[in-house]
């Protein structure tokens, strides 16, 4: 609450001075963020002793871009791009002990069709839904973990989901606006373990991250 007191309003001040970029038919925007991606996950059970012993998934800090272009007046459509990298760790038991179990990289594509309530205003407040693409690469198992069951071969399934969004823009001058944005993305995966000491196992994992970001955009 206090970082949006102290960020949003300071801009929106700033706003009122600055000519109107606006948001037209033909625009297209290129925004350039900063994001958090805080997964909300859950997941099955994992051995030595399922199904009490379950894997969370840190948070992670990167940048992104994203260009949305406008179809109509109020309506665009936003593709992201960005990359992250995410440690999955034990919570209780054996792996919690462990610790960090295994890494992953995630590349999660997102297109989400937006509305722009005051397309012709200074500060423009949008709505969005839309699907991703989730790809998950070069998975790696920790050190801690192949010394606790041998050598593993870590594997994540691509996901399929949706995707909501709400975010605002604000003014600066007729080219540049400051953007205020997060996401929410529907992220279902199954990690597969293949483990020389305990087999293969297979984990289901429900990251569905929200994605809060904050950056400058462009208009084209």
């Known amino acids: ?23 037209k038919a033909g625009d297209t925007f290129v ?52 990359t992250t990298k995410h440690n999955a760790s034990g919570t209780s038991g054996t792996t919690g002990s462990i610790g960090k179990l295994a890494s992953t990289w995630v590349l999660p594509p997102t297109l989400t069709v937006q509305y722009h309530f005051a397309p012709d205003a200074k500060v423009r407040p949008y709505v969005g839904a839309g699907v991703n693409y989730t790809m998950f690469y070069s998975e790696k198992p920790s050190a801690g973990l192949e010394t606790a069951v041998g050598q593993t071969d870590v594997d994540l399934k691509d996901s399929f ?6 975010g605002i823009d604000i003014d600066l001058n007729e080219k540049m606006f400051l953007n205020f ?15 020389t000491a305990i087999g293969t196992q297979r984990v289901k994992i429900s990251l569905d991250p929200i994605v809060f970001g904050v950056g400058v955009g462009f208009r084209f």
């Not at 970082?3 to 606006?22: D, G, M």
């Not at 969370?56 to 406008?70: A, G, K, L, W, Y």
């Open 181 to 195: 944005d997060v996401k929410y993305i529907d992220i279902d995966t199954t990690a597969r373990l293949a483990t």
């Open 31 to 82: 925004r350039v963020r900063a994001i958090m991606v805080a997964p909300t996950e859950s997941s099955g059970g994992i051995l030595p002793t399922f199904p009490t012993e379950e894997v969370s998934v840190n948070n992670s800090i990167m940048p992104e871009i994203d260009i949305t272009h406008m179809v109509s007046d109020h309506v665009g459509l936003e593709l992201i791009a960005a």
């Open 161 to 166: 989901g949706w995707a909501a969004q709400a």
């Open 1 to 23: 609450m206090h970082f949006w007191k102290y960020a949003v309003l300071p801009a929106i001040a700033v706003s009122a001075l600055a000519s109107p970029a606006y948001a």
